[in-house]
C-alpha cells in the first residue's frame, strides 16, 4: 500500500505532537511512561519550598513536589506530591517540611508509619508537620541569649559607674598600699615557709626518732592492751564486786550492832565503863606516884604503917595545874 503525501504529513505532525509532548514532560520532571501516585498535604506556610522541591524517604528521594495551590477559604496551601515508589506508604504517614541545609530551599520527607498497613490510595491527604531548621533553631536559641546579654551588659554598666564613684584618688591610694602589704606579707610567708623546712630538714633525724619512739610505745600499748584481754577483767571485776557486797554486809552489821565487834561499836555503858575503869588506873598510878609508901612500906624498925587515904579528883586538878 502506496502512502499518501497527506498521509505522512499526519503521521509526521502527529509524532511531532507526541515529541512535544513527551519533552514538555520530561522537561518538567515527569516520565509518560511512569505511573505516579499522587498525594495531597496541607501547610500554613511553605517558605522557601518551591514546585519540583524533593520528596525523600529517609534521605532517598521517591518523587517531588507538583505544585502548590492556595486555598481561598481557609488561606491554607495545598502541595500536590508526586511520588515514584513501590514502598508502602501507609494512610498515617506524615510529610513533614524541613531545610535540609542553610542554602538550598525547603523539602518534604515521608515519615512513614510502619505500624499501620493500611495503604494510601491515590489521591488522599497526609498529615502534615513542619520541622524547624538550622537557622530557625539558631534564631530561636540565639534570641533570648541576646536578651540575656543585654541584661548582663546593663549590670556591667551600672557595676562599672559605680566602681568609678567608690574608688576615688583615696580609695585608690588605699588600695595600692593594701596590695603592696599583701605582696610584704606573701614575702614573709615565703621566708617562713623556708625557715620551716630547714627546721624540719636540721631536725629530720629526731623527728624520725620521735616516730620511731610512737610506734614503739603503740606497739607496747597493743601488747599491754593484749595482755589485759588475756587476763579476764571481767572475772575481776566480778570478784571485786562480791568483795565490795560482803564488806558493805559486814558494815551493815557493825552498824546494826550484830556480833562482837557491833556491839562493842555501838554498846554505850561499855564504853562508859572502859572510860570509868581508865579513870580510876589513872587516879590509881597518880596515887602511887605521890605516896609510894602507901603500898610499899619498908620498916627497918618496925613502925607501923599509916593509915590509907584515897586520893581525890582535886588533888590531880591541883597537880595538874
Request: no cysteine.
Amino acid at each position: 500500500m502506496k502512502l499518501t503525501r497527506e498521509i505522512k504529513t499526519a503521521i509526521l505532525v502527529i509524532a511531532s505532537i507526541l515529541l512535544f509532548i513527551w519533552g514538555y514532560s520530561f522537561l518538567k520532571g515527569r516520565d509518560l511512561f511512569t505511573n505516579y501516585k499522587t498525594l495531597y498535604v496541607q501547610y500554613d506556610n511553605v517558605e522557601d519550598l518551591s514546585a519540583s522541591a524533593p520528596v525523600t524517604l529517609n534521605g532517598l528521594a521517591i518523587g517531588k513536589v507538583n505544585k502548590i495551590t492556595i486555598d481561598e477559604v481557609t488561606g491554607k496551601l495545598l502541595v500536590e506530591l508526586q511520588l515514584k515508589t513501590d514502598f508502602p506508604i501507609s494512610k498515617t504517614s506524615t510529610a513533614s517540611l524541613y531545610s535540609p541545609s542553610l542554602i538550598g530551599g525547603k523539602q518534604i520527607k515521608i515519615v512513614p508509619n510502619m505500624a499501620d498497613k493500611e495503604l494510601a490510595e491515590d489521591g488522599q491527604t497526609l498529615a502534615s508537620a513542619v520541622e524547624l531548621g538550622l537557622t530557625e533553631s539558631l534564631g530561636g536559641k540565639i534570641e533570648p541569649i541576646q536578651q540575656k546579654l543585654d541584661k548582663m551588659l546593663v549590670n556591667i554598666d551600672v557595676l562599672v559607674t559605680g566602681l568609678n564613684n567608690t574608688l576615688d584618688k583615696t580609695t585608690q591610694e588605699n588600695l595600692k598600699k593594701t596590695i603592696a602589704e599583701l605582696s610584704q606579707t606573701m614575702q614573709q610567708f615565703h621566708k617562713a615557709s623556708g625557715s620551716l623546712n630547714n627546721i624540719l630538714d636540721t631536725n629530720k633525724g629526731q623527728i624520725n626518732g620521735m616516730v620511731s619512739n610512737f610506734n614503739k610505745a603503740s606497739n607496747n600499748f597493743n601488747k599491754i592492751s593484749d595482755s589485759l584481754n588475756k587476763a579476764d577483767l571481767g572475772k575481776t571485776v566480778r570478784s571485786l564486786n562480791q568483795t565490795l557486797a560482803k564488806v558493805d554486809g559486814l558494815m551493815a552489821n557493825l552498824n546494826s550492832g550484830k556480833g562482837t565487834a557491833g556491839k562493842l561499836l555501838n554498846d554505850d555503858a561499855l564504853y562508859n565503863n572502859l572510860a570509868k575503869t581508865s579513870k580510876e588506873l589513872e587516879l590509881l598510878l597518880q596515887d602511887v606516884r605521890l605516896y609510894p609508901t602507901r603500898y610499899v612500906n619498908v620498916s627497918l624498925f618496925g613502925k607501923k604503917n599509916k593509915p590509907y587515904v584515897a586520893p581525890t579528883e582535886d588533888t590531880n586538878s591541883t597537880d595538874k595545874k
